[in-house]
């Protein structure tokens, strides 16, 4: 039925898509490429870039043209390729620029940090040259969007246009940090030296990062070992070989040290919550999906902010994909429907068409938000192996939706999750959190974790192979893994939106953690005769950042009864009638977010581990609950 729906308005799709529209006739240019261009900072330091003209006879055009410029720790050599050419034969000058200390260009590496006053030069350096125009569009993933928002909170000169996709922001809340715990995919991503897909890079960037070349090597063979020091935690200077690159390790120790909410993540360069007043009025194309690493701070916070507070306009999409990965119709275990992916170079084409060249092409008539509503799906096994979930495009006005119900649904004993609130003297739960044993991270909102884990949906069963099972039974079945879940649905249910889960509990521990994690439980079939439990989203909260926006540290009276905040990543699922809807509440997700010793000590610096012992509430006066974003049917 969804497919009959969308083969209808299928030129519709495709507009809104970007795939099919009115585009300025391609101009007769070949590319020019001018290699290891040393643009000056300020402070004399100087960044290498590639910079890419309209040429005819090998020769660059006489002429000014407007420029699409990528800032990028990942090696600037590598990045372009055929886009690169479709866009310099469509008249855009198109630049990469290694980051301050990363690859061919000086200075010294601090993520992001510098990343606001180097663009801000750059842009100048751009806007003096004979070939421009006076226009630049930003663009870039990841790390690359840090960069974009780093620009636009400097104010850098010549911005008209951006598309941050999948961005590094905001990261101090939701990232690095993530409600007081830790991401250990950063603790890979620098143990992989900035380069989580290995490969080449990585020789040419342990080369950079160390001032003694024999211990190149050292660094190399660090990527090999990260599951064995993501276990032996915390990360002491001069512990690892990390110590022979010392900007890389002075940071993450700084970062995995720092749970307080202050300047030090509020100025780290990307934190568009914490610069609203000073980020630059430009129009912004957000990108994201529904299991990328970035997906709060993109949808919840970036474009739901700025596009209540700037005049130009903001869209956002949001499809069902992994980090980056807008040009797939999957999300690990899950398969989606065929146009679930986006060409994304056409798709940021069509974006500097309007807003660099003043191509009159709609994309500023079309509603602000599209979304990819997964879901619907027969739950068939494809030949890959993946369950077909199934999905479908659609476009709204404004993210979050106006006409979302919040629901509460209530964490109840015997397992039961339901709309209902509890009886008063319902008993509370206790379970054993022991740091030793953690609850296996299986999928989810995660980006850059080489060996550590695997990103998107899965089905929440340990399996042979993966480094942290120790069998192939269902996290269901785990000790200190509480699950609450519905009776199975008497008909379709959409939830599209924020998750928040209110929980309240205690330990007797003066720190610990606590997790939640929303599944769609599918009911058996032939290909999946015990069903997949699928998880849709999930987060934590470090118990000791219990107070307001977590902007200091407080530890727990044992035994006294918490209030505690964890919201999780949005999602829009189509939970289908017959589909249960679960939520699983725990106390680590390991390796996703670093493991709570319990014990109280500073982070990051802990001796010792203790088993704590949690509770959660299900009473009246204490009514754990998930708000879910239920939208009525129409």
């Known amino acids: 039925m969804n497919q009959r729906i969308l083969a209808a308005p299928a030129l519709v799709c495709l507009l809104a898509a970007g795939l099919m529209t009115a585009q300025p006739e391609p101009a007769a240019y ?197 599951p064995m020091y993501a276990r032996a935690l915390p990360l002491r200077p001069g512990a690892t070989p990390l110590r022979f690159a010392p900007d890389y390790e002075a940071w993450i120790i700084e970062a995995m040290s720092h749970g307080d909410y202050d300047g030090y993540w509020k100025d780290s360069g990307s934190s568009v919550i914490d610069h609203i007043a000073e980020y630059e009025d430009v129009p912004a194309y957000h990108t994201t999906g529904w299991y990328d690493s970035w997906g709060t701070s993109v949808a919840n916070i970036n474009y739901a902010e700025l596009s209540k507070a700037k005049k130009s306009l903001q869209r956002l999409i949001v499809g069902p994909w992994t980090h980056s990965a807008e040009n797939r119709n999957y999300a690990g275990e899950a398969q989606f429907t065929d146009d679930a992916k986006i060409d994304i170079e056409q798709f940021q084409l069509r974006w500097f068409d309007r807003w660099l060249k003043g191509v009159q092409n709609g994309v500023d008539k079309e509603p602000p938000v599209r979304i990819y509503v997964m879901g619907g799906g027969d739950g068939h096994k494809t030949p890959e192996g993946r369950i077909f979930v199934g999905g479908h495009w659609r476009d709204e006005n404004e993210w979050p939706l106006k006409r979302t119900r919040p629901t509460a649904y209530y964490l109840r004993e015997n397992g039961l999750l339901a709309a209902s609130k509890p009886a008063a003297a319902a008993k509370p739960v206790t379970y054993a959190f022991d740091p030793r044993r953690p609850v296996p991270t299986i999928g989810g909102n995660i980006s850059s974790q080489g060996a550590l884990m695997f990103a998107g949906a899965a089905d929440q069963r340990c399996r042979a192979g993966f480094w942290l099972c120790e069998d192939t039974l269902p996290l269901s079945a785990r ?111 390991f390796p996703r977010f670093d493991v709570n010793p319990n014990t109280g000590e500073p982070l990051n610096d802990n001796r010792r581990v203790r088993t704590a012992e949690n509770t959660v509430y299900l009473d009246s006066a204490h009514p754990s609950h998930i708000v879910l974003p239920v939208i009525p049917a129409r």
């Open 30 to 226: 070949t590319v020019h490429a001018s290699r290891d261009v040393m643009i000056p900072m300020r402070d004399g330091v100087r960044l290498a870039a590639n910079i890419f003209r309209p040429a005819r006879d090998g020769q660059p055009v006489e002429g000014k043209f407007p420029t699409i410029l990528s800032r990028t720790p990942y090696n600037k050599d590598v990045r372009g390729g055929a886009a690169v050419e479709m866009a310099v034969k469509r008249g855009y000058v198109v630049i990469f620029e290694d980051v301050r200390g990363r690859y061919q260009s000086e200075g010294r590496w601090r993520p992001v940090r510098d990343d606001g006053a180097d663009g801000f030069d750059t842009a100048k350096w751009i806007g003096e040259q004979p070939w421009s125009d006076g226009g630049i569009g930003t663009i870039g993933t990841s790390y690359e969007g840090a960069t974009q928002h780093a620009m636009a909170i400097a104010g850098a000169p010549h911005l008209k246009a951006m598309v941050p996709r999948n961005a590094m922001t905001n990261f101090g809340r939701y990232g690095v940090r993530h409600n007081g715990a830790f991401e250990l995919r950063f603790f890979n991503w620098v143990f992989m030296l900035g380069v989580p897909s290995g490969g080449p890079d990585l020789a040419v960037a342990a080369q950079r990062a160390t001032s003694d070349p024999a211990a190149a090597a050292a660094l190399m063979d660090l990527s090999k070992t990260v």
């Open 479 to 589: 000790n200190d893994v509480l699950v609450f879940q519905t009776p199975p649905l008497a008909a379709d249910l959409e939830v599209t939106g924020r998750l928040i889960v209110k929980l309240w509990a205690s330990s007797n521990a003066p720190d610990t953690d606590f997790t939640a994690k929303l599944i769609d439980v599918w009911p058996p079939s032939r290909d999946f005769p015990a069903g997949f439990d699928m998880n849709l989203a999930d987060s934590i909260v470090r118990a000791r950042y219990h107070g307001d926006f977590r902007a200091k540290a407080e530890l727990l009276v044992p035994g006294k009864p918490y209030e505690f905040t964890i919201e999780m990543y949005p999602t829009s699922m189509l939970v289908k009638r017959g589909h249960r809807i679960r939520l699983d509440i725990s106390s680590s997700n």
